[in-house]
């Protein structure tokens, strides 16, 4: 199930070439023969713009013909389309582009709406939520999150190359993963070796331990453990500076004592985790309406 959009130029012509130029240096995208794909390691977003230049001979409409589309899956998290929309609407602007909007309040042919894309990705993406969930056996091992709390993670995986860039090399940007903890959905981000991390509230911080790893026998065990934000919390403000945002910076060059007997004190993580790619963490909210 996705969302299909259709394009054609205003006036000037369009070639394949074109296609490729436009995506060819384009953060993100992938060209592969006549489809340009967006994947977005950091967020898991991704989607796909097509060309064809020639109608199918299959298609025996005499309306007139739109060479390029767009595909953005449905049943997806809500922020989807809200990464989608920016790289829609310059590709729109660019080249002057005309749309066939197939989708039922969509926008019809004729000019682009970008709120319209919106309104419609989402209306498409409940049904799409409701047609899955309606049978109960595919509601197993459903991961779910508030959506505010997907946005927001979303939000700050979308800037860590810029965050990353500004801050350089002296600290590290974890982006936000999603574990199924013991049959629950969490946010995570890594935390190794108490190194010093710039880092925005998450349920837990993984900590991979090796500089700083439990001894057994007399020798280090390294290993992977978790901590609740809250429990770390204390620590992090004691040795970094929180922002209005509620980012933490860690300010030292070199792990405090404080800090590395805090980690090599957490015990070994007994409980089960799962990692769960972002693109399967569904919106709590529409979730719930499509399973009453």
């Known amino acids: 199930m996705s969302y299909d959009l259709f394009f054609k130029p205003r006036e000037a012509s369009f070639s394949a070439a074109d296609f490729h130029r436009y995506f060819r240096d384009r953060p993100n ?5 006549n489809q340009a794909w967006y ?4 967020t898991g977003v991704y989607f796909v713009f097509g060309f064809q230049a020639e109608r199918d001979v299959a298609d025996d409409c005499d309306d007139e013909h739109f060479p390029l589309s767009l595909n953005i899956n449905f049943y997806r998290p809500s922020y989807f389309v809200h990464e989608a929309e920016p790289e829609v609407t310059a590709f729109v602007k660019y080249f002057d582009l005309l749309v066939r909007d197939p989708q039922m309040n969509g926008m019809g042919e004729g000019e682009y709406d970008a709120e319209k894309l919106l309104s419609g990705w989402h209306q498409g993406n409940e049904f799409g939520y409701s047609a899955i969930l309606q049978d109960e056996k595919n509601r197993k091992d459903v991961a779910h999150l508030p959506a505010d709390q997907l946005h927001s993670a979303w939000r700050w995986n979308l800037s860590i190359r810029g965050r990353q860039a500004r801050i350089g090399e002296a600290k590290f940007v974890p982006r936000i993963v999603f574990l199924n903890l013991d049959g629950s959905t969490v946010t995570a981000a890594v935390w190794p070796d108490g190194i010093p991390v710039v880092i925005t509230k998450v349920d837990y911080l993984l900590v ?3 500089a700083l790893a439990p001894r057994k026998f007399f020798r280090k065990q ?6 609740a934000w809250d429990v770390a919390l204390p620590i992090l403000l004691k040795h970094g500076i929180q922002n209005e945002h509620g980012t933490i910076a860690l300010n030292y060059a070199r792990t405090p004592r404080a800090v590395a007997k805090f980690i090599r004190a957490l015990p ?3 409980r089960t985790i799962v990692g769960v790619s972002a693109d399967s963490v569904l919106d709590r909210e ?3 309406r499509s399973i009453a």
Do not use: A, M
């Open 29 to 33: 995208f992938k060209y592969e023969g």
């Open 39 to 42: 994947s977005n390691e950091n």
């Open 208 to 210: 991979p331990r090796e």
């Open 222 to 227: 390294k290993d992977s453990t978790l901590v």
């Open 268 to 270: 070994p993580e007994s």
């Open 286 to 288: 529409i979730y719930q």
